[in-house]
């Protein structure tokens, strides 16, 4: 779902190359993965540690790649998704991603749905060149396609039910790999670390000095330009927008975030910015929230612990939780 097609969020960084703070050296590697750049940046007073902690974090990015990603060959998922019978064996990390995913299904009155596939192909996001506006008779049985409901989960068994026929992992997979690297650091002696890979992000600790990390958020009616700047410590971001991933039809944009019900593009919304700890569930809440109605998202929020949002309305206007405002400052 989070195909990227312009960059979405800008670190600022008051120096790029290897820099020594009070001991801490900044050390950081970017690799290839998801189908996007995921940039590692550590402070790590032991250089030669910090390379084999990233070393690492990308293992275990590439493991979840290759285990989970519908789009890679040979993962669990896409074997399901190409499978005669559409059942697959699950083993318990599987299931703890499903438990997630269930959440979010019911949380959003069943509007994130990972069955989205028929309708992103419908309209050719990954195709672009060849968009257009789907038809009624093909919007109708792509409609009929889309329905979590129809994924079950039994025992050791994940199978999906007809007319269903495949899953997309593209709205909380990277999420679910980022913070999964964000462990391994920590279990390998990383105390601040910068995982990055241009929607989601995950931060161990804060920057040398006890000092947080800055993250402007870009604008969504001007790339060029930005919203504010986010100080924050230890935290996961997850950002959707109406400018990320879209098709333009006769002049007209057309993004990638789908309203299941009828088939078209969210209109109320540009941006949702979801803060919370751990990265996995930043990259499910930013799409789940992004379908829902935006006083039921700050009324869930507020009394959420440890979960911040930001919603950018069409006319845009912000709407914050109670607590984004100590993390963000306006342009």
């Not at 008779?137 to 889309?146: D, F, G, I, P, R």
């Amino acid at each position: 779902m989070k195909t990227i097609t312009r960059v979405l969020i800008m670190l600022f960084c008051l120096l790029l190359g290897t820099v020594a703070y009070a001991k801490e050296t900044k050390y950081e590697e970017s690799r290839f993965l998801f189908g996007t750049y995921i940039k590692i940046t550590t402070y790590s007073e032991n250089t030669a540690n910090a390379k084999k902690a990233i070393q690492a974090a990308f293992q275990e990015i590439d493991r979840i790649d290759k285990k989970f990603n519908s789009k890679t060959e040979g993962s669990i998922i896409y074997r399901l998704n190409h499978a005669s019978n559409k059942e697959i064996s699950l083993d318990q990390e599987g299931k703890l991603l499903f438990q997630t995913i269930q959440k979010a299904y019911l949380l959003s009155h069943k509007k994130y749905d990972i069955t989205i596939s028929p309708l992103f192909n419908l309209w050719n996001f990954e195709q672009p060149e060849k968009a257009k506006i789907p038809g009624k008779t093909a919007l109708e049985k792509s409609l009929k396609e889309v329905d979590f409901d129809k994924v079950k989960i039994q025992g050791n068994t994940l199978k999906l039910l007809s007319p269903v026929k495949e899953i997309d992992t593209g709205s909380f997979l990277k999420g679910y790999a980022l913070a999964r690297a964000e462990k391994v650091l920590k279990e390998k002696g990383i105390k601040s670390a910068f995982i990055s890979s241009i929607s989601s992000i995950d931060l161990l600790g804060s920057k040398p000095e006890g000092k947080p990390w800055k993250i402007a958020l870009e604008n969504p009616e001007n790339v060029n330009d930005m919203l504010g700047v986010l100080s924050l410590k230890d935290k996961a971001l997850g950002v959707s927008g109406d400018y990320q991933t879209y098709v333009e039809i006769q002049g007209k944009k057309y993004h990638h975030i789908l309203d299941k019900t009828t088939g078209y593009p969210v209109t109320d919304k540009k941006m949702v910015v979801v803060l919370c700890k751990d990265g996995f569930e930043a990259d499910v809440y930013s799409t789940a929230f992004f379908l829902m109605p935006i006083s039921e998202i700050l009324t869930y929020v507020n009394k959420t612990e440890d979960l911040e949002v930001m919603v950018v309305d069409k006319q845009m206007k912000f709407h914050m939780s109670k607590g984004f405002s100590q993390y963000f400052s306006k342009k």
